[in-house]
């Protein structure tokens, strides 16, 4: 059976040519409120194709959204998603987690993890491959820890971890190219 662009076969996965092309950890996260995003259950501002890409194509209908930018310290934060089956109800659904580290306490970081910790958010999240993918598209992101710490040893972290977990329909997405610069031409630090 013959390789697809992403070194699938259709009846399993050959490792042979493209298993060393790969890098882990996240250059930047992106994060918008859910409500403008998504302003009701009915109306979404973010395209997702089910059908044949699976991946985000457009973010649209924006007036007013802002993806306030996170840059990252190389290799402490990350975007993982667990899925959960239960056979004998018949449901699925997806838990994507961002964790999103930030070195040295202050009261500006502080206020800014309380004002994500009572809101729901969208997450896209920039990994080393340049891939964007963006969590909780459907039904919004929620701050579920925090762990701030001064440190103990001089080695040790002064900042914040802050977690940030969804319970989803549907898993993460990719975001095409299209979508990427939609989202880009609405990032800012701010």
């Not at 209908?61 to 089956?85: C, H, M, P, Q, R």
């Not at 018949?90 to 009261?107: A, D, E, R, Y």
Request: charged share 15%.
């Amino acid at each position: 059976m013959p390789l697809n662009n992403d070194c699938f076969l259709t009846a399993g996965l050959e490792l042979v040519g493209c298993t060393k092309d790969n890098v882990a950890g996240v250059e930047a996260i992106y994060l918008a409120n859910y409500k403008e995003l998504v302003p009701s259950p009915s109306v979404s501002n973010v395209v997702y194709d089910a059908t044949t890409t699976g991946e985000i194509t457009a973010i649209t209908g924006l007036t007013g959204t802002t993806f306030y930018t996170f840059d990252t310290v190389k290799e402490t934060s990350s975007l993982s998603e667990a899925i959960n089956v239960n056979v004998q109800n018949g449901t699925l659904s997806f838990v994507p987690t961002i964790t999103l580290v930030m070195n040295k306490l202050t009261t500006e970081k502080r206020n800014l993890i309380h004002m994500m910790a009572t809101g729901v958010l969208v997450g896209v999240v920039k990994d080393n491959n340049g891939a964007y993918w963006m969590a909780g598209f459907r039904k919004g992101l929620d701050v579920t820890a925090v762990e701030a710490s001064t440190g103990t040893a001089l080695g040790d972290r002064n900042g914040a971890t802050v977690t940030l977990t969804g319970a989803e329909p549907l898993p993460m997405a990719k975001l095409s190219s299209t979508a990427v610069t939609q989202m880009l031409n609405l990032a800012d630090y701010q």
